[in-house]
């Protein structure tokens, strides 16, 4: 993964944001430490294995939006091969976990660009993490925490222990690929600089 590239999108994106919102000079870090803290519960709850008291705790990696077939125009034609007379076509097929981790991947960044930090900076060791993965995810919400902390020092240990944990996660108990993390990333980042066109 380019993440040098994606630093510089991201730090294009929040000047955008903050003019477009008219935040210049304002501190925005405890926000976007909030911020992350939600998407990675988003995450989690896209994840599901922590839901116990449910049968299904399958990661969430497919939906299908679906609109109406083009060729019969919904109205059900009996002949209607394209829709198997449903009337209605796939759409899009998303992946709603890399989505999630694609929205805290933008919040990582942009911690980093708040705090002045350089691409170096998020750049971990490889290693095998060990445990269950909701104790993983704990750990990481832990350490987000502590991006508050104001020596320096700790602050920047706590933000590469995040970097360490979340990227390392990735791979290991999501199952993504740094290729499809990337593409999925600028297409979200996309589509958020259209959102601030719309006037999110
Ligand atoms: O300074 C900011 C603020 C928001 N976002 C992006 C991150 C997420 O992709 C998206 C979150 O938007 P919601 O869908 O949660 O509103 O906004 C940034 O990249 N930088």
Not at 67 to 92: A, F, I, L, N, R
Not at 95 to 110: G, K, Q, T
């Amino acid at each position: 993964m380019n993440l040098q590239k994606l630093f510089e999108v991201q730090a294009k994106l929040d000047k955008k944001i903050v003019e477009e919102k008219g935040l210049q000079g304002q501190d925005l870090l405890d926000k976007k430490i909030l911020a992350l803290q939600v998407e990675l519960g988003e995450l989690a709850n896209c994840w599901r294995g922590f839901k116990f008291w449910s049968h299904d705790q399958e990661p969430r990696i497919e939906k299908r939006t679906y609109k109406t077939c083009p060729s019969c125009d919904g109205e059900y034609v009996d002949s209607c091969w394209e829709c198997g007379h449903s009337g209605q076509v796939v759409d899009k097929i998303i992946n709603p976990l890399l989505e999630e981790f694609v929205d805290c991947l933008h919040f990582i960044l942009s911690i980093a660009i708040e705090l002045g930090y350089t691409v170096d900076d998020l750049y971990v060791w490889d290693d095998e993490l060990v445990g269950k993965t909701e104790d993983i995810f704990l750990e990481l919400m832990y350490w987000v925490v502590l991006i508050k902390s104001k020596d320096e020092r700790k602050r920047k240990d706590a933000f590469r222990t995040v970097c360490y944990i979340f990227f390392n996660m990735a791979e290991q108990r999501l199952g993504f690929t740094w290729e499809q993390i990337e593409e999925a990333y600028l297409e979200k980042n996309r589509i958020n600089h259209q959102r601030q066109l719309n006037h999110y």
